[in-house]
């Protein structure tokens, strides 16, 4: 009764995700409730500062970059930017995974003529022994 009214995330996703840990086999009543309002908080938090440090006062809203800026420039929040990555267009992703495509084709290629140039160090220096 009481508790449903101090917080306002569905607390049977909370449990669904609790669950999906290996390690977790029951939950006590107590501790999803605490999970619920420590997860509440946290996301009210995040939510202010990025309103705070973004652009949100300008546009008086809350936008995903503020987000991500603050996953990505805030040292306590940098454990989110892989979940609150910047926005990119599509062209510019597509690019980026053909230039790493192309990088990691030309790292291969030095690495073998490296190799090569080692057989052929060593090769010589038997040769000349």
Known sequence: GTENRLVSLPRSRI???????PEVSSINQDALF???KATELFVQY???????HGR???K?????TDLSHTAEECETFQF????????I???????????????G???????EGEEEEDEDKAVGDSVGS
Do not use: F, Q
């Open 60 to 64: 008086n809203a809350l936008t995903y």
């Open 80 to 87: 989110l930017a892989d979940i609150l990555p910047k926005k």
């Open 15 to 21: 449990r669904v995700i609790m669950k999906s840990s």
């Open 56 to 58: 949100g006062k300008e």
């Open 89 to 103: 267009l599509a062209s510019k992703y597509l690019k980026m995974l053909e230039k790493e495509k192309r990088d």
């Open 105 to 111: 084709e030309v790292r291969e290629d030095n690495e």
């Open 34 to 36: 605490l999970t619920a």
């Open 46 to 52: 995040l939510a202010t500062y990025s309103y705070k």
